[in-house]
Nanobody
Framework: QVHLVEVGGGWVQAGGSLRLSCAASGRTFSNAAMGWFRQAPGKEREFVAS????????HYADFVKGRFTISRDNAKNTVYLQMDSLKPEDTAVYYC?????????????????WGQGTQVSVSS
């Protein structure tokens, strides 16, 4: 059984920072790309960031470029999302996911496993 558990969400004022972590268990994902998505109330899920299997390549949605940083530690089977300069519009449930391939992936259909999500709330 594969499990992805996100931690690190919470409430923060605009301009603040949060760091999300996602630990995977049940199998190793060192040969798979990983990503973060988010879903705000009343909106569809959207891509946030992706990282290749070795961590050498990353890709971000335009609305987080320069503010968010994705990274991974394959020894710990964990992916991170450092979120700086947070804005109220970043408020959403954030999900980590494991892709079916080792290359960068931006579509939800390209991911096989999903975490349960962690709430991030940013006040103005």
């Amino acid at each position: 059984q594969v499990h992805l558990v996100e931690v690190g969400g919470g409430w923060v004022q605009a301009g603040g920072s949060l760091r999300l972590s996602c630990a995977a268990s049940g199998r190793t994902f060192s040969n798979a790309a990983m990503g973060w998505f988010r879903q705000a109330p009343g909106k569809e899920r959207e891509f946030v960031a992706s990282i290749s299997w070795a961590g050498t390549n990353t890709h971000y949605a335009d609305f987080v470029k320069g503010r968010f940083t994705i990274s991974r530690d394959n020894a710990k089977n964990t992916v991170y999302l450092q979120m700086d300069s947070l804005k109220p519009e970043d408020t959403a449930v954030y999900y980590c996911a494991v892709a079916s391939s080792f290359v960068l992936a931006t579509l939800g259909d390209e991911y096989d496993y999903w975490g349960q999500g962690t709430q991030v709330s940013v006040s103005s």
